[in-house]
């Protein structure tokens, strides 16, 4: 017989077990039936003979055994008898099967949601060709980011020879996309192009052609290439979509390709319904975003193997250089000005940069929880192993090997793993979905959470660790018996019971250790975004409406109309409870801010110099409650008077005048948008936060606005009431007067809580891991104190007899809890001083040692901590002697 005909014949036999086990038993039955039958023959008694033969033939079961790995594969049909032992086992004992399993469930769902959704954002590539050659392209002058124009991109595409390619992107502000004869789709984005960029990130299409140079010509065929998900959604996936008209801004695109699917672009969070050519944007009323002073493109290159990659930046820095100089005209010689690549294999570095160090830290958050999780599931198993002390000391006295037992015991505790893994997933698909809607903030995020190998390989990592944290030493313990004191049934003497009581109480002072130190880091976080929420902003946000208008002609349109901006501001300040209105353009709390070079007279811009221009109404530091601290506001005679005015920020007035005066002193604006440049501070404002609240308080310069400056793209309402019940009154009101549909209306409350996203995030699942530390610590030294109370039942039984109180019995039981509360107190305080200073970078307002965050830790698990031990020392308490002393 072959080998390969062996394995099969034990594959066989393996799978006909129960008819291989009858052949087995009717030939064992007909040998001792012949020997009896010989044994009856030569003179002994029926039942003497049956004895002879039974010693004659030897053990039965032994030789069933030795048969079965002969004929069968001995490690899988050990495996199957375990996992069958097992699953009666855990069948016997639902109550431990549902919390293991639960608890396991929690930590590894946990552990992979986050890794689930960290994967997406910060670890995968990008699913195009060779991303480890794409590079991002940014420019600076001096240490200030300058970025790049659209004319400016195009020169140095044409120009440059050390890259593969060269492409741009932007956002495409999109008002209506509709199909050939249909009505207006809901929620289609869109993002415009150059010619090289499907070549530069090397995408192919799965069906047509992609965008290419010739198409980003201002005189080209407006095409455009669509996505899967749209391709399917619109078209229901078929062919017949090429070629087939897309209506996007009232201007008709050709169908040409559609993008493979996957494919979402370069920037993470974004999934893109079409792209079009940049070079269309002025038919799609975007031709402000490609203009010589729009900076509102991204840039990213592929490398050329054979060009390093510092001799390609160097090259692009010196064209850089030189075209910028050329068209600036400044007094600044052109080695001031260069280029940097980043790494973009990632794409854009949006979610990744805000978002990457809060995922991280909640890893390992999580990862402590699952800890956790793991000492209490150990002591769970240490108390089982004690309950099945007398079972285990049989299979020892029958000939059982200490390893097969050990084997089978970690059999149990991988079925819980794997039981707990597969319900983990399932708690790992909504809770990825959940965190990203937690960090969106409503923001339409489109992420793919695929559970690609890397998502599947830490979920069997993380199983596997924890199986190898609450299954191996219990799994020791349980098979170092002492035999004969198991057989007695003895609990108190089988097996090194101090051993294991040591080995429990040491994973609950390392569960309280953990705790306290995630206790302490979520009390840190949540502080930290309280700080953050609750700061002083420099204006008082409650009450107040925002409404950010999008930058497009048709909002262009109504703003350069006086009587239409007048008959908008007069009835949205009529409604009911408003009680002023401010307009502005490129104001602090908008979407679009608008950055320039100041100079003094005499005294060019310099590095730092650069200044939030925002242009307001007179009303707008009314409405805001921004003081004026020095000097007087913008009034409505600056509005239409022939000087230029500005009112400064108090950082804008140290940082330009030191201590003087600067009431009457003349700034000037080195980029313009008209030619008027200089202006007379007659006013100095408190500092505010501009839109995004992290930052420091602004280089701010506030300017009337009017005139060459009437656009308008924030609105602010002070209400006397809540803010969020004038949001359908504003939309209405902005449709009637302006014609505006997409304009973003919310609380400035509701604004900041968005911007505050990574805060927001790391508050609100950092306190709901705390919690959770919180109670399995709880319930381990729960558990702990239960089974020192059930191992010293007669220990309390004539302490009891003795004449001792039940204050004094649950006062001896106490002392155990403060002694493991005390240990770990001290571990974890250790830790945390040490540890807390990772989140240095996450914290606002406060140290990461913060001596009354420690302590008011220390104190909750404390009073925690007391709870648990004392509901089992207070039943200890009242034992009734006798029964505790007939009790074994």
Known sequence: MTPLHGVVSRLRSLLQRRSGDARLEEETRTHLDLIAADRVRGGLAPSDARMAALREFGGVTQVREIHRGQRGLPFLDALAQDLRYALRQLAANPGFAAAAVLTLALGI?????????????????????????????????GDTHTGFSYPLFREMAARQDVLAGLSASSDLPVETVQLAGGSPLEQVTGRMVSGAYFTTLGVEPQLGRTLTDTDDQPSAQAEAVISDRFWHGAFDGRVQALGQTLRINGAQFAIVGVAPPGFFGENVGTAPDFWIALSMAPRVNAGFMIGPGARMISVMARLRPEVPRKRAEASLGVLYSQLFYLAAQTSTGPETYRVAFTSGSQGLPGLRSHFAEPLWVLMTIVGLVLLIACCNLANLLMARATARTHEI???LALGASRGRLLRQLLTESLLLAAIG?????????????????LAAAGAPWQISLDFGWRVLAFTALVAAAAVCLFGLAPAFAATRLDVHAALQGSRRSAGSSRGRTVFAKSLVVAQISVSLLLVAASSLLVRSFWNQL????????????????????????????????????ERLGALPGVRSVALDFMGPLGTWQYTS?????????????????????????????????????ISAADVAGQEPVAVISQTAARKLFGDANPIGRLVAESAVFDSRNTMEVVGVARDVHAANP???????????????????????????????????????VLQEVAGVRSAQVQPVWEALRSHLGQERLMAVLSGAFGALALL???IGLYGVIAYGVERRTQEIGIRVALGATRSQISGFLMRDVVRLLGCGLLLGGAATLVLARSIRALLFGLAPHD????????????????IAGYVPARRAARLDPMTALRRE
Do not use: C
């Open 109 to 141: 769902g946990a552990n992979t949601a986050i890794f689930r959704v960290l994967d997406a954002v910060a670890l995968r590539l990008l699913p195009v060709r060779d991303p480890q050659q794409l590079v991002l392209v940014d420019t600076y002058r």
């Open 393 to 395: 000391g049989i299979r």
């Open 421 to 437: 893994t597969s319900l983990g997933l399932a708690l790992a698909v909504w809770g990825s979905r959940q965190l990203i809607a």
């Open 534 to 569: 609750h700061r002083d902003f420099g204006y008082r946000p409650d009450g107040v409406l925002l409404v950010n208008l999008p930058l497009d002609p048709p909002t262009a349109a109504f703003a350069k109309n006086p009587g239409k901006v007048q008959a908008l501001s």
């Open 597 to 633: 070079r100041v100079s003094l007279p005499g005294r060019p811009s310099q590095d730092g110099d650069n200044a939030h221009m925002a242009f307001v109404s007179p009303a707008f530091f009314e409405t805001l409650a921004i003081p004026i601290v020095a000097g007087r506001p």
């Open 694 to 732: 992290r930052d420091h308080f602004d280089f701010l310069i506030y300017r009337p606005r009017g005139g060459t400056h009437s656009l308008v793209t924030s609105i602010e309402l002070r209400t006397a009431r809540d803010p969020a019940t004038l949001a359908a009154p504003v939309r209405r």
């Open 776 to 778: 399995l610590a709880s």
């Open 851 to 866: 001596p009354v965050m420690l302590l008011s830790a220390a104190a909750v698990l404390s009073v925690v901590a007391a």
